[in-house]
């Protein structure tokens, strides 16, 4: 991969993970964009020293070589990890005028993506069954209209979001930390699968470890990214409610999935909801806000199959209703509902509860 002086400046500017965003922008102005990068700072070692600290400034003087930006261009290119700057002509144009942009974004996979058609899908790590089941067939139904899914990598509906749009390979997955320490350490695989089929997006250099306050900060990336955000699941002080918060600070369409009363991975949705922000009970409203024509599926059904789906669509049922109200027996049930969940249509709870989808 070859760089401009301006995007090999910021690689090694960005290197410096103690410094804050507003020094670095600084800096870049200052000491990266004109001359020697080592004379500049010497010439701004007042500034340096004052805001940012004398052994700082010994750092970035002992640093400004050659030698030490060839470690840093080996070491993306071992891990197979691209930087792209906002210098970069590939750098996405939604995130260019956004509020405190990322100054560099280190991608694993397919770039082209970030520039397409892309749409944020996101959730509580702790979310029902019917909130799994609804991510992964709205990520399914979106990718295969052909717009790009964004999401973070976390398990529960991050998960179903990517496992709904992986074989498309419409999926970008924006990481908390670096990716030589991706969290949870059980998704690292699914982070190499992202990253063959899709694409593995952070603002951090790979070493950065993932840190709490880190999840919220790069929440404002999937916002910026989309074209709109639909949250599936949320409790009232559910960090994906940060996502919501920068998409309407962004002026993109929030979507929510609305819940019946004192369900408590619900909570946050139907605030969302009271708010203003889009009720969304079916796939189409999203098409529909977004002004894309859905190529819609057709699943068809026997009549025993619609027959029980039909019930089920009249609000969340135990089996053993269900098949009181079918006049079969429960063990009769179990073919046409394990077809159901596999066509995606209906979803089953703890206790053997079912949903439509």
């Not at 500017?13 to 800096?27: A, N, P, Q, T």
């Not at 940012?52 to 400034?57: D, F, H, L, R, T």
Request: proline share 4%; charged share 25%; aromatic share 8%.
């Amino acid at each position: 991969m070859k760089y401009t002086k301006e995007e090999l400046s910021l690689i090694w500017l960005d290197s410096f993970l103690g410094l804050e965003y507003r020094h670095k922008e600084y800096l870049f102005d200052k000491i990266c964009s004109t001359g020697r990068i080592s004379e500049n700072i010497v010439k701004n070692q007042s500034y340096i020293k004052e805001n940012i600290g004398e052994k700082e400034y010994e750092t970035l003087l002992n640093s400004a070589k050659e030698e030490y930006l060839d470690y840093l261009l080996n070491g993306l290119e071992k891990r197979k990890v691209v930087a792209i700057t906002k210098y970069s002509k590939n750098y996405p144009n939604k995130l260019k005028n956004l509020p405190l942009a990322p100054l560099i974004l280190y991608a694993k996979g397919n770039i082209s993506l970030l520039n397409e058609k892309s749409f944020a899908i996101v959730g509580s790590r702790r979310s029902l069954p019917y909130s799994v089941a609804v991510a992964e067939k709205y990520a399914e139904a979106l990718s295969k209209n052909g717009v790009v899914l964004i999401t973070g990598i976390a398990e529960g509906v991050d998960e179903s979001v990517i496992k709904g749009s992986i074989n498309s390979g419409k999926i970008i997955s924006a990481v908390a930390g670096g990716f030589d320490k991706i969290y949870p350490a059980k998704n690292t695989p699914l982070a190499e699968e992202v990253a063959k089929n899709g694409l593995l997006i952070s603002e951090h250099p790979p070493e950065v470890l993932s840190r709490n306050f880190l999840f919220p900060v790069r929440n404002r990336i999937i916002a910026g990214l989309s074209d709109g955000v639909l949250v599936v699941s949320a409790g009232v002080k559910s960090g994906t409610l940060y996502t919501a918060e920068y998409a309407e600070e962004y002026s993109k369409p929030v979507f929510a999935i609305p819940y019946t009363p004192n369900i408590e991975s619900g909570l946050g949705t139907n605030a969302l909801i009271k708010k203003g922000a889009y009720l969304c009970d079916t796939v189409s409203d999203i098409f529909e806000v977004l002004g894309i024509e859905e190529n819609k599926t057709v699943i068809n059904l026997t009549k025993e199959e619609q027959a029980v789906l039909d019930i089920i669509k009249e609000g969340e049922i135990h089996i053993e209703k269900l098949a009181k109200a079918l006049n079969k027996q429960v063990y009769e049930l179990m073919p046409t509902l394990s077809i159901l969940e596999i066509k995606k249509l209906v979803t089953k709870s703890m206790g053997n509860v079912y949903s439509a989808v």
